[in-house]
């Protein structure tokens, strides 16, 4: 298994430009999110999903959007980067109710995209 | 929202010595995880802790969570240079549908 991928890994951005962040699991997990890291700071959680088309905000929504037509993939779109949006941002997923008890449920990172908007 | 605060939030040591990480919050939770992240890499998952006043050990690492679950404590005992990383703790709420709240993070860098 190759876990949760990401791609690309390294982006460079004008302000107002748009893209796709894109993030696939080939581990079956139902539950999937999309973080922000910002330098020498804990993750932010800026959307998340429970299973094929469902998706909700997280605590950092204002400036992306998601989708999630298939269990295995949850891109992330930036339609008009700002130098706010400058960070790295990782996608992880999680087995979800159908795993027991979800307090014992390890999320699975990616190794993450940087992303500098200029 | 839910607020964990992570102390300190830099730690250089030498090898060998030993030192002590704190996740505080002034919630309580339903569990809570430790994870560690190298550069340029995701977090990974040390432990899970669920119980109020539960510990556990893995190798020189100890996780302890607080009796009235708000907090928790990372214990490292002969820290090695192998131990540099930066170290998150993550807690889930009540009624959270599985979301994790992460603190802000405690760097760590131990020097031979």
């Known amino acids: 298994n190759a876990g949760v991928t990401q791609t690309p890994k390294f982006r460079i951005l004008k302000i107002g430009q748009s893209m796709t962040l894109q993030c696939t699991q080939d581990m079956n997990h139902n539950y999937m999110y999309w973080y922000r890291q910002d330098p020498g700071m804990g993750l932010k959680l800026i959307y998340y999903?429970?299973?094929?088309?469902?998706?909700d905000k997280g605590e950092v929504p204002n400036g992306y959007n998601v989708s999630r037509s298939t269990t295995e993939d949850f891109p992330l779109r930036l339609e008009l980067a700002a130098p706010s949006q400058t960070s790295v941002y990782f996608c992880?997923?999680?087995?979800?109710?159908?795993?027991?008890?979800?307090?014992?449920?390890?999320?699975?990172f990616g190794p993450g995209t940087r992303l500098t908007v200029l | 929202t839910q607020l964990l605060e992570q102390s300190p939030q830099f730690l250089s040591i030498q090898e060998g010595e030993n030192l002590t990480v704190y996740c505080n919050s002034s919630s309580v939770f339903s569990s809570l995880q430790w994870y560690r992240q190298e550069p340029g890499e995701g977090p990974v998952l040390l432990v899970t802790?669920?119980?109020?006043?539960e510990v556990k050990k893995l190798k020189r690492l100890t996780f302890q969570f607080g009796d009235a679950r708000k907090d928790s404590s990372l214990h490292i005992t002969a820290a090695q240079p192998g131990d540099t990383g930066l170290y998150l703790c993550?807690?889930?709420?009540?009624?959270?549908?599985?979301?994790?709240?992460f603190g802000g993070g405690t760097r760590l860098m131990v020097k031979p």
């Open positions: 802790v669920v119980t109020g006043g």
């Open positions: 999903s429970v299973g094929a088309g469902i998706t």
């Open positions: 992880a997923s999680t087995p979800g109710r159908t795993s027991g008890s979800l307090a014992y449920n390890e999320q699975f």
């Open positions: 993550a807690a889930h709420g009540y009624n959270a549908g599985n979301m994790l709240t």
